[in-house]
């Protein structure tokens, strides 16, 4: 089915919207079985690779390359993951491992799945000589409390990832009651990786305002001006990344 040639994805210098019927699935080097829809990475403009991994059954996920660390949240099935120093997890939807650079591990699938995985080249910092590395975390979204974000019970956060500085990135989720929004358009040094996980609404990016919904993926550029106000009868979700905690300049 073609639309003539229309569609919701947008390519703009700050930002992409990236809509399910423009997905072009590619095989990736080390895995097996698992089809990868690239939605951010350096050749787009950002410092991190975001992607969909769509899993066969008894797939594997090759290992990313050297000095990069691996985020991945299940968003359908379930993933066993086997670190090589730890207990075998086995992953399921709102489930997530953060994996540190050079932590040799497993994931692999047993029937159909699909994650979104996040993958980011460290950055230490000499700040950061001498402190605590990062370590291998897995986690349950559904165990971490909500935080209204700026004190609105209608625009719940959930912060996935620790907050400290071994950490340089943080993945949370944002679910918006219905007709609830940001209470400022958002202007940060930050860039973003977004999935919108359920219901929709309106996302302004820059100077434009898009209909956005389920299955839809946007990547912001630093300082791309942001807004999102919620649609519909339902909440409207989504799991986003940003760069965090990291000097401008560099190490
Ligand atoms: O964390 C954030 O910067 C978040 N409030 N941005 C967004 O939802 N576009
Ligand atoms: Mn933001």
């Known amino acids: 089915m073609h639309f003539l040639g229309s569609t919701r994805s947008s ?99 047993q029937a159909p799945a699909r994650a979104a995985l996040l993958e980011k080249t460290e950055h230490t910092c000499a700040a950061l000589a001498g402190t605590a590395k990062p370590q291998l975390i897995i986690g349950d979204e559904a165990a971490i409390a909500t935080e209204p974000l700026g004190g609105d019970p209608d625009l719940l956060v959930r912060r996935l990832m620790p907050d400290g500085d071994p950490w340089d990135f943080a993945v949370n989720t944002m679910t918006y009651a219905p007709g609830a929004a940001l209470a400022m358009v958002e202007v940060h040094l930050m860039e973003h990786g977004l999935l919108m996980l359920q219901g929709g609404g309106i996302y302004r990016l820059g100077d434009h305002w898009y209909p956005v919904t389920q299955g839809d993926f946007i990547w912001m550029a630093p300082y791309c001006p942001q807004w999102f106000g919620a649609l519909g009868k339902t909440p409207a979700k989504y799991l986003i990344y940003k760069d965090w905690r990291r000097h401008p300049l560099g190490a």
Request: hydrophobic share 40%; aromatic share 8%; net charge negative.
């Open 11 to 109: 390519l703009k210098p700050d930002h992409l919207l990236h809509t399910p019927d423009t997905f072009i699935r590619i095989p990736l080097p080390g895995s097996e079985g698992v089809d990868f829809i690239l939605h951010a990475a350096p050749r787009l403009g950002a410092a991190f690779t975001q992607m969909t991994a769509e899993f066969a059954a008894n797939a594997t996920l090759g290992l990313p390359p050297t000095g990069v660390q691996r985020f991945l949240y299940v968003l359908d099935g379930a993933l066993d993951l086997t670190p090589d120093e730890g207990e075998p997890v086995t992953l399921t939807p709102g489930m997530f491992a953060y994996i540190p650079a050079g932590t040799h591990h497993h994931i692999r699938s």
